[in-house]
């Protein structure tokens, strides 16, 4: 793939003074050009051994990382940071000469974690869960449908993004802010010029990791703290149906410093509309379909039984608005595609610099081509039992959808740093339930297949969200895209891979009760809540869904993201309010000072303090998860377990991190 002009090209130094352009961040004037650090002239070094194992190496560790962080509280963290100061670490150490071009290639293959992850747990733990809830159904999930439902996903969400390359980071220069790219390229460029990131983020990373352990293994303290720990909590929780619940762990406080209070405030809105104001109503003045009154159900089973129904409906509906509001965006960039590569493209990729150079169109369909074959390949040979009409259904339906889906990801990535992804993926699923039905597809079958399809389609927009990131991060250093494109799909591989070995692990360790110590898995269960009714000819809760999607509809004509407050109704209490704490706590840090210089550098260090937090807490989550799986128990005694202390010093250790975050990000003054 190497350019025969780039062969000539002597490797070229970093220079000494890295800074990026002053037009970096806003919209270019007529006439303006932007101009990277990398000059597109010159080469640099990029693709080596060096670049390749530590990009593998990331890519497993937050595979792992972000498998655990999504099952057990629904949020998937984007590895994208934590892994560009982890290269910045590693390239100081080790007095790389070519690091910032390096460490842009080792985030942009290690980054496939997050995105891989995310498209696999949304949906494929799903068929657990309704294996668990129908044991007499006979369904199940393998290691191999895990990793080929995924890679599939991955490559088919590389291949669709790279013809919109050009439009999303270089004609919408400065309309898009970028915001996760934006601080990937800040340390990736301030690293640089040296410094010690990555000795705070390990200080922190042990820190959150020792704190998860000593709750989560040796349980020395309450993973929930929570109203109901005290009997006038209870009471309350029986009488009124009001409780509060909160989790201590450092994964999500960690979350929501990222998050920002903006977004963990909307999200935690939408928690206290179903928790205290639906619940309670309902609790008082509701009754079940078999005309039990709810004032005899426990308040997590009345949301667990009605309420987070109405956040499935608001999520889908977020995903339809995504999919309206880019219609222009979709229409535009096709234009650009199909303008673009008029003529000859052999020729035209001898003309091309470096830095503007994408894989060819050629290869791109060629690509196609063989995902199409293996996908028709796993349907009809994967254990699906499809016939041949519903494999060419099957394929028309991945297809379509991770088009249609991509420009939505993409945009929403570029603007709020968040992907809609689950939104976009119900709406796949229920589309394509009716549709497997109506070819014949039912039944437990019917909801196996919908899910892997369901699975590939969110993998292939999560990685399409992802992947524009990696690539604006390139386009405002210099690096070569082309290369990052080829070997996005080694570290897609790896990721694969690694997910589904945890998923299969953490699915037999702690299953997906979470009312008893299982896995939350927000998504997957959303989406087995849809699937199942669906393709067993069960009644559909229509009418929650209606209220939720119109819900969602008014809250995007008043301004508020609908899908964040949606999210927000549908996931369990307990994990959104640490998420406003941690927003909380961002906010405080970054607004003390008069000088904006100085909250810049305490928000800035406060990001990776609170990176450290859940990247490490992540990872020991999942050292946790394998001890138990391998029947090692080091937990306290049961007597322990049964007193007041776990609660007491759930409360005390949870004080001890936020005050810890707080003050070692206010030690820091101007950069």
């Not at 290691?143 to 439902?149: D, G, K, P, S, T």
């Not at 995504?322 to 590569?341: D, L, P, Q, R």
């Not at 964040?564 to 369990?572: D, E, R, Y």
Request: with cysteine.
């Amino acid at each position: 793939m190497e350019n025969p002009e780039e062969k000539n090209m002597a490797t070229e130094d970093i220079p000494q003074d890295v800074k990026l352009p002053e037009n970096a961040y806003r919209e270019l004037k007529a006439g303006e050009e932007y101009r990277p650090i990398l000059n597109p002239n010159k080469k640099y070094p990029e693709l080596n051994a060096w670049t390749i194992v530590w990009g593998i190496i990331m890519a497993v560790i937050f595979s792992a990382a972000t498998a655990y962080a999504g099952l057990k509280f629904g949020q998937v963290f984007e590895a994208a940071i934590p892994i560009s100061i982890i290269a910045v670490g590693a390239s100081v150490i080790a007095r790389r000469k070519g690091a910032l071009s390096e460490n842009v290639l080792i985030q942009s293959i290690g980054a496939s974690s997050g995105v891989v992850v995310a498209g696999a747990i949304f949906t494929l733990p799903a068929i657990y869960i309704i294996q668990a809830n129908n044991p007499d159904m006979g369904i199940s999930v393998n290691f191999f449908q895990i990793f080929i439902a995924s890679l599939i996903g991955g490559f088919l969400g590389i291949l669709f993004l790279i013809p919109f390359r050009k439009y999303f980071v270089s004609d919408m220069h400065g309309k898009y802010p970028f915001p996760e790219a934006t601080a990937s390229t800040e340390i990736l460029v301030s690293g640089a010029k040296g410094g010690n990131q990555l000795k705070l983020l390990l200080i922190s990373g042990l820190i959150g990791g020792l704190y998860d352990f000593f709750m989560t293994t040796f349980r020395f303290w309450s993973e929930t703290i929570s109203s109901q720990m005290t009997g006038w909590g209870e009471k309350l929780a029986m009488d009124h149906k009001f409780t509060f619940n909160m989790s201590g762990s450092a994964v999500l406080l960690g979350t929501g410093y990222l998050i920002g209070l903006k977004y963990a405030a909307i999200i935690c809105a939408g928690s206290f509309l179903s928790w205290w104001v639906i619940v309670p109503l309902l609790g008082q003045y509701g009754i079940t379909a078999d005309g039990t009154p709810m004032s005899t159900m426990m308040p997590g089973d009345i949301f667990s039984s009605h309420v987070k129904l109405i956040g499935i409906g608001g999520i889908a509906m977020a995903g339809i608005l995504g999919v309206i509001k880019s219609a222009g965006v979709i229409k535009t960039s096709m234009g650009t595609i199909f303008k673009k590569n008029k003529g000859d493209v052999s020729e035209q990729q001898q003309k091309v610099l470096r830095t503007q150079r994408d894989i060819s169109m050629k290869i791109i369909l060629f690509g196609f081509l063989g995902l199409a074959v293996l996908m028709a390949l796993f349907f009809a040979f994967g254990g699906f039992q499809m016939n041949i009409t519903q494999v060419i259904v099957g394929l028309l339906i991945v297809f379509i959808f991770a088009f249609l889906f991509t420009t939505v990801a993409a945009t929403a990535i570029a603007t709020v740093g968040s992907n809609p992804v689950s939104g976009m993926t119900l709406m796949t699923l229920i589309l394509s339930s009716f549709i497997l039905a109506a070819v014949g597809l039912k039944g437990p079958m019917g909801m196996v297949t919908a899910l892997v399809v369901g699975g590939i389609v969110c993998s292939a927009l999560a990685m399409a969200g992802g992947f524009i990131t990696d690539l604006k991060i390139g386009y405002w250093i210099g690096t070569s895209p082309y290369k990052q494109q080829g070997f996005k799909f080694i570290g897609t591989l790896v990721s694969a891979l690694t997910v589904g070995g945890v998923i299969m692990v953490l699915s037999r360790v702690y299953g997906y009760d979470a009312d008893n110590g299982g896995l939350v898995a927000p998504q997957a269960n959303a989406m087995a809540a849809i699937v199942q009714p669906l393709m067993s000819g069960q009644g559909t809760p229509w009418i929650l869904y209606i209220v939720g999607a119109v819900l969602a509809l008014i809250l995007d004509m008043i301004g508020i993201p609908a899908l964040a407050f949606s999210l927000g109704m549908f996931i369990p209490l307990a994990l959104n309010i640490p998420l406003l704490i941690g927003g909380a706590i961002a906010w405080f840090v970054s607004s003390r000072s008069k000088d904006e210089e100085v909250n810049k550098a305490r928000k800035n260090k406060g990001t990776l303090l609170a990176s450290g937090l859940l990247a490490g807490a992540a990872i020991m989550g999942v050292v946790s998860a394998i001890l138990k799986f391998a029947g090692v128990d080091i937990a306290t005694t049961q007597a322990y377990a049964n007193s007041p202390w776990p609660g007491i010093l759930a409360i005390v250790a949870y004080v001890a991190l936020c005050v810890y975050l707080i003050l070692h990000s206010l030690q820091r003054e101007k950069e």
